[in-house]
Structures are given as C-alpha cells and as structure tokens.
C-alpha cells in the first residue's frame, strides 16, 4: 500500500501551514480510518486475507507450495521458521526449538541456505504470495550451549563468554547487569523489568538499549526486506521494551518495490501473550504493529469443546465484545507451533489437528469471522506420549533422517501431504474456508442467529453465510442468508467442480431464506456457502 509516512502526519498535525488543504485532508483522513500506519497492513495481495505457518518447511517446499497450492487456493501469504544459523542441539536430538536460540544472522538453518531462501521468496513473490519472518532478536542461545561450532552454518560462538564472532556480539551487548534475580532468569512475570531485562529460558538476553545491538538486528533484518520479505513475527515481543522494539523499527528499510510500491513499510505482528493477569499487556506494543491475541484460540477452545459451561451462542460478540484487542491490531489463529504442544501459553483447551473434528469447527469459526488478521497453522506429526498429563515428546523436530536433515514435503495423489506432514492448509475444509474468507472481504458480520445453545449462524453481509451444530442433537431450521437467490454448493462437504456440487446443495430463495439440516454425528458439522460457490 503507498502511504504517508507517520513523520509527516505528526509533521502535518504540528505544522499544517507546510501542507494545501486537500492534503491535509487525505492525511487526517488516512491517519483517521488506520491505513497510514503500514506496519498494521499486511501487505498480501489485493484479494487474499490470510496466511499460513508452514511450521519447520525448508525453502525449496514452501517456493513449490507457493506455486502449486497457496497461489491458486488464494493465500496471502507464508509465515516462515526462522531462516538464520541457529545452535545445533544433539541432546535431545534436533529439537524444533533449537531454531529459536540464535548464533548468528547468516540466513543458513536445517531449512536451507541463502540462495534456497532468496529463491523461495521470488518466486512465491512472483506468484502474489508474501512471506513472513519469524525474528529471533530477543537473545542469542542459552546460556548452558557451551562453545565451538555446532551451529547450522558451523560459526564459531562461546555462549559461557556471550562470544558470537560472527555477527559480532561480546559480553558488552547483553543484559547481565541490568536483571536483578539470583540466577539472572526470568522469575516471576508480575515484574516488568524481570520480564525484559532477565533472561527467557536461560536465553542470553541482547542488550537492547545499545544502538549498536539495534544496528545489528536492524541490518539482520534489512538484509530479509532488501531479499523481498513483507514482514516480520517478532518473536518474544513482551520480552523486550516497547521502545526497543520501535528502536530497530524505525531503522527498517521499506519494501523491495521490485514486487512492493514505493513506501511501503514492512507488515509487523509481535508475539506477546497477555492473557490477563500479569502487567504486561498487548496494548503497550500497538504503536510497533500488530499483537497476537493468544485470548482469541484459548476462549475459542473452550467454547467450542464445551467447557466451563461455554457455548456457541455466547459468540454472538466474539471479538473486542469477549475483551480481545481492536481487530486491527490483532493477529488470530487457533493454535500456534508452542501451544499445539502445550508449549508458551493458551493451557488444555487449545484445539490443534489432534482434534481434527472440532478443530475444523474452530477454524472454519475464524476464517468466517470478521475479527483480526487470520493464520492458518499447518504442522507435522509426532509421537505424542504423556506422563502425568505432560507430553514428553514435546521437543521433537521436524520429520527428518537419521542425520538431521529435513524431509522434503511428498504430495500424495489425493493432495493430502506425506511424509508425516500435517498440512492442516490442504484439509478441502481448511482450504475452502481460507477462500470464504477471500469471498467475503469487507463485508459486514450480519444474520446471526443461535437457539440458545450450540447451533449458531451469521453471514458475510449479502457474500457468505455459516452454519453450525455442536450440539448432541440434529439441526433442521430455516434460517435468512442474506444471500441472492440461487443453488450454492456448501464448501465444508465438498467443492464446486464447473457446475456441479460434490457435497450438499443449499437452496437460497427470493427473499434469502435457505433450509438447512446438520446432523450432529457429522464428520464435520458444519455447512459454508458463498457466492464464488453459486451453482
Ligand atoms: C529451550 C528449553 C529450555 C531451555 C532453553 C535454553 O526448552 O528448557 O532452558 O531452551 O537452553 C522455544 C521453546 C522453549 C525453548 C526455546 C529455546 O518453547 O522451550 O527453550 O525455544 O530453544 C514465554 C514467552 C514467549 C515464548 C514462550 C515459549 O513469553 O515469548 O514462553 N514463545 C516464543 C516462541 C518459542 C520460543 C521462544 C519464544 C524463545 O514462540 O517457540 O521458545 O525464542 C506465561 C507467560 C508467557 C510465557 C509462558 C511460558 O504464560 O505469560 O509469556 O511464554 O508463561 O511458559 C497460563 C497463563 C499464561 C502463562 C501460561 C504458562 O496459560 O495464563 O500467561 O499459563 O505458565
């Protein structure tokens, strides 16, 4: 999106003799309705509204993915595992978090080296989809990684001397001094300065104060925009200062205008969990991007598995109704790469594709809802094992050989992922819904209807409509659409193919009214029809 930079609003606010009235007026009225503020849009492709995390994928899958499934299905865009060098932990062997414990900004992990990234990332360019970083810029490795070279990229680091020559860091760039707990971590979440100044996990924690710290993350970062990236996760947000944060923003270039317009300024969404309940919250972290609303998955959760008394008509408000962010500044999904295995935050009720039953349900839920900027998680499989209720097997990497390489994602004949790939985002549900989502863009959330209990309904103004029922019982009721008269194909049984429908046929008549009958033993309990699924 080309806009004005937030200088020349507060500049144009502070001095308006330097600006014509019609020009004032565009800024006021940008600044007004949010869009001047690029790091909030997301920079997808006019058209698409959601993206994906391909959990742990290497590069030269995600630019095929991009070309032969997320393209043409209308995804916005990728969120990537972190593509610089991170320590290589062999006990356990090659868990997934080892990517999460820095050695340096070379672009060179078990996903794949620089030119595998650059490539990916033309190439889903080329197609109109957009890729995410996650950055890790929190801390480098934990303090227990010893020294030597096992790093992904073979870079020399001494963490016991905070040493990482190759970007570099010294001593001098970490916080040490600044965190006042016994053994230098982080104790107790009820003290902010615990929170930013001590170390996460024993994580060696940047010195984020120091310009040069900023510089250095600054150019890392620089370095993925300058490549054709659209924008950033920032990882372990909340545990970093807000300023901060800004800090090495504001160093930021804009985008590559190879596939970008001119000015446009990377897409930003920070990892912080606020669940309520500790002092730190979301809202201090709106003036750098987005936020991931962790509320969004654990209520939705909870509704949909009919705890604590929860049901679906309580939805009715989803949204900042429920005490979620402004939907603007919110970034939603249903479960996460942490909280699938009872990692970060969210607890027991967290839906992920263990469920799949109720976990379609709860997607499909987000994909039709208006509220925030949705991802879709895609994941692989593991060997769960769980003693007194804790999975012991939470650590385990990625499908890969036996000398820690990654498998490459295999497609089988019915387009389902092998391999022990997951690849929730080629579920037809999944993926119909990602489509609904696209179908329905800006219009308004209209038509709910509920009986009180857990059949409920709501529509995309005159583009979509959505039926639900988590009840023990049947549903048969007649219900207004809001739809133009017609035979739509519902999207959750099956697809439209040219113009016949492989799953259940709804009939929309003059006055928008349509039938619908859900039996509450379906495999998937749900109807969606819009209007690209007309007959
Ligand atoms: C690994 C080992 C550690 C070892 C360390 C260093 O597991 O034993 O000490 O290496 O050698 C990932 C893994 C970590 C891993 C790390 C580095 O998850 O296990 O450590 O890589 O390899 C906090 C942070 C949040 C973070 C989350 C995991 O705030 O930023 O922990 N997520 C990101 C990434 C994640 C990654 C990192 C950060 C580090 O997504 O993959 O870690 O780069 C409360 C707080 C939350 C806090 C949780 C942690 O949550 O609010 O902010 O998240 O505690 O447990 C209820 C409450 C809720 C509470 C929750 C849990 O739900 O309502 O507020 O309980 O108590």
Redesign the pocket.
Known sequence: MNCRSSKEYKLAVERPQLYTEGTMQVLLLLAAVGVCWGQYNPNVQAGTTSIVHLFEWRWADIALECERYLAPYGFGGVQVSPPNENIVITSPYR?W??R??PISYKICTRSGNEDEFRDMVSRCNNVGVRIYVDA?V??M?????GSGTHSTCGSYFNAGSEDFPAVPYSGWDFNDGKCHTGNGEIQN?GDIYQVRDCR????LDLALEKDYVRTKIADYMNHLIDIGVAGFRI??A??MWPGDIKAFLDKLNNLNTRWFSEGTRPFIFQ?V?D?G??PITSSEYFGNGRVTEFKYG?KLGTVIRKWNGEKLSYLKNWGEGWGFVPSDRALVFVD???NQRG?????ASILTFWDARLYKMAVGFMLAHPYGFTRVMSSYRWPRSFVNGQDVND?IGPPSYSDGTTKPVTINADTTCGNDWVCEHRWHEIRNMVVFRNVVDGQPFSNWWDNGSNQVAFGRGSKGFIVFNNDDWHLNTDLQTGLPAGTYCDVISGDKEGNRCTGTQVYVSGDGMANFQISNSAEDPFIAIHVGAKL
């Open positions: 868990p978090w080892e999460y414990q890790v929190n801390h490795c934990g303090s227990a990684g979440y996460l996990s024993g994580l990882d372990a909340k545990h990892e969990i669940l309940g500790e654990a996460n790469h942490d990692h970060g935050a969210g607890g650590w």
